[in-house]
């Protein structure tokens, strides 16, 4: 195991991530990540929301534009 690099998993609290008995949440504890459940509804506390965000904003977009 890398010890070198350590990180933080951000997920939403879904219940089939953080479920008691979830594959998700099992190999999280195996491996030790450290992870923190962000607040239904906060968008910002989530990096990769941003990224979403605008790949939404490109497909409608394209989506408008190639409309006949």
Partial sequence: MNTGSRQ???F???IVQTG???TFMGNVRKHKID?????PYKSNENPSEGGIR???KKYYRVKVKKRP
């Fill in 8 to 10: 933080k998993v951000t």
């Fill in 12 to 14: 939403d609290g879904a």
């Fill in 20 to 22: 008691r008995n979830t």
């Fill in 35 to 39: 992870f923190h459940v962000s607040q």
């Fill in 54 to 56: 605008e790949l939404k």
